[in-house]
């Protein structure tokens, strides 16, 4: 009897030992998430980018990430911050539409309607702040809608006509993030830019321009790092950089003839709703009893393939989605899914198959929690959410991804070394008692 009361004791005593780490609330590093949108895994590859070097020795960098399927900005994002194939937070557009009441809103305005974002899925913010963590976004699309009727603590939505490639307000809002850090005590925050996005689109991923807001870029993560060390930061606030999609140059006539879909189906008299002339991503409803047509004349098409939404590959996750309509097209890489007249001015663009290189895009990390000089092979972007959530000891919200995939970025594979610790040292005393006995 009094054996088995020691036996007890010592249990307890090595479980509550074990236990207290993980809920270390002091030690808690602060976590900055950023994301250039469109950031090509290789745009650093032509371009002088010292502080985007001096990153891979001073942390980690993976040789490129690749982004769920449906490469656009706001589907690729929620997935990063959700940690949710597409097809279940259901984010599966740029712009908001209604299939049934061909409502279309334009993506900026959609960064302040809940009901585009919200859809049962939480983003980590708001599971941060369930468990005590302060947490803010600036500019981060989804940061702006409210979930389950929780708002992020603090959101700044870019407005409609907000200026990307501004190299002062850039440093500015680096300011400004790393006094909530600093001042506020904020434990997570998102910082978006639209850049090199614009300039890709505008004048290409393969120009001189793409390489100067390269080097911008780059220049603001000198600053971002001064600014670190000038909030004395450096010990405790850990930074990922990442992205949402790359970007490929669009063909143009005289090198490839254009789609322009109307040449292969009537689409007035066989649709009754569609979102083209966006780029590789395209999506339409066809009128009642069409489908089969809609689906034969698009498969006549050249330089694309047509999906009906329930045959969609399983790898590309989108299948289960409600809000996608029955017929989905992805262009081959670098086609435009012109659907009347080629009204698209844009020079590159993405939403192609997240397989093409082009479509890949980066992934670096620094700060006390992750190693150095540390080239990682690539991996899924459905992968960062539970390693924030590991960075900022949470418990994470349910999700697709797997820490074993991005675990191995840390220095201290954190909690699953300190479980093992603690099991090692009971079955220790365990097998002490009974020798004892
Ligand atoms: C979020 O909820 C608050 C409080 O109900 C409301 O004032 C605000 O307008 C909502 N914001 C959005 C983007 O729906
Ligand atoms: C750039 O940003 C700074 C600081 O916010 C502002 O004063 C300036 O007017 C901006 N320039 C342009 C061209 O928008
Ligand atoms: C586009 O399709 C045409 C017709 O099938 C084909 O000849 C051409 O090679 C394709 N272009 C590209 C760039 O794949
Ligand atoms: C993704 O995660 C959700 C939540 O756990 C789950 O319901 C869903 O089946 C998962 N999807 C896949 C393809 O595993
Ligand atoms: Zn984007």
Redesign the pocket.
Known sequence: MKMRLELFLLIAAVSCAAGKPLSKAAGRNKLLLISFDGFRWDYDQDVDTPNLDQLVTDGVKAKYVTPPMLTMTSPSHFTTITGRWVEDHEVVHNMMYNAKTNQKVPHKQTL???EWWDNGVLPLWITAQNQGLKTASFYYPGG???YS?Q?VNRALVETFDHVDDNETEWRQNIDMVMSWFSEEDFHLVTLYYGEPDNVGHAKGPDTPDRKKIIQQIDRIIGYLREAINRHKLTDSLNVILTSDHGMTTVKKRPQVDEIILNKYLNLLKLASFEILDYGGFGILTPRPGKEQEVFDALSNAPNLTVYKKNELPESFRLAKSERLPPIVVVADLGFNLNSRFIVYVNKGDHGYHNGEMDMKTIFRAFGPDFKKNFLSEPFDSIHVYPLMCKLLQIEPAPHNGSLTVTENLLLHSGGSQRARLSVALLLSVLSFMFTAL
């Open positions: 302040s309607r809940s702006g809608a409210n009727g708002a």
